[in-house]
């Protein structure tokens, strides 16, 4: 008994003798177990951390703003203002241009007048004047009629016109129908036949009339070296007379 005695004493003893470090042994691991189970300390300490932790986030914000580059907007704003003033001196110079081609198409325009006319040559045409006595005489006349493949049609339309004012001053008359028109013309031998309109029958001078009216067109169309005699034809057919009196049935000579 003694000796479990003395055994407790000594352990007594010994926990005694190492209770205060024990209790700082002890301590310590309390502190952080009172620590980590309080719940509202816990709050406490993770505020602050979400606090710290967000600045850092808002500088990463920061420059995202910045990147937008709302500057980069504004300069194309400028370009347009500055072309602006620019066009109005570019519409003003081409006025003065136009001013210079003008004298070049006077310039050309004498060049035009030199175009070719066309030739012509003298042919002759047979009107009637009135004499003294009240005679009808024949009254040669020349015009000036363009060259051509067909002189003798030329010629008989220029008959039928009728004259000039400077032949009418010297008293040429003609006494074919003003109505009448010469519709073909052919040259068979020596012989031309020459086809007129219905008008060219209808004279209002009489027998007189139209033997002046033959007179013409035969001397006229003879005048060519190869027709020696006139076969007039009205709307194509040969007829009888011409008027009453005169006969046309038969070419006609000088």
Avoid at 29 to 56: G, N
Avoid at 134 to 152: F, I, M, N, Y
Avoid at 158 to 172: I, Q, T
Avoid at 215 to 221: D, E, K, L, P, S
Wanted: proline letters at 14%; a neutral charge; one cysteine or more.
């Amino acid at each position: 008994m003694a000796f479990w005695v003395l055994f407790f004493i000594v352990l007594i003893s010994i926990f005694f003798f190492f209770l205060p470090m024990v209790k700082k042994n002890i301590t310590l691991p309390q502190r952080q177990t009172v620590t980590e189970q309080t719940d509202p300390q816990e709050p406490a300490v993770q505020e602050p951390l979400a606090q710290e932790q967000k600045p850092p986030q808002e500088p990463r914000t920061q420059p995202k703003p910045q990147t937008e580059k709302p500057a980069a907007e504004k300069p194309p704003a400028k370009p347009e203002t500055k072309p602006a003033p620019e066009k109005p001196p570019a519409e003003k110079p081409p006025a003065k241009p136009p001013e210079q081609p003008t004298p070049k198409p006077e310039a050309q325009q004498p060049a035009k007048p030199p175009a070719p006319q066309p030739e012509t040559r003298d042919r002759t045409v047979y009107f009637m004047r009135e004499g003294s006595g009240g005679d009808l005489t024949l009254a040669k006349t020349t015009r000036k009629l363009a060259v051509s493949d067909s002189p003798l049609i030329d010629c008989i339309n220029a008959l039928l016109a009728g004259p000039g004012s400077d032949e009418k001053n010297r008293g040429m008359i003609s006494f074919i129908p003003p109505n009448a028109r010469l519709l073909s013309a052919r040259v068979v031998g020596n012989t031309v036949h020459l086809n007129f309109n219905e008008a060219f029958r209808y004279n209002t001078f009489g027998r007189e009339g139209g033997e002046a009216q033959l007179r013409q067109i035969v001397w006229t169309a003879t005048e060519f070296p190869n027709v020696q005699n006139v076969q007039i034809e009205i709307e194509g057919k040969i007829v009888d007379f011409l008027i009453e009196g005169i006969t046309i049935r038969n070419p006609i000579g000088r």
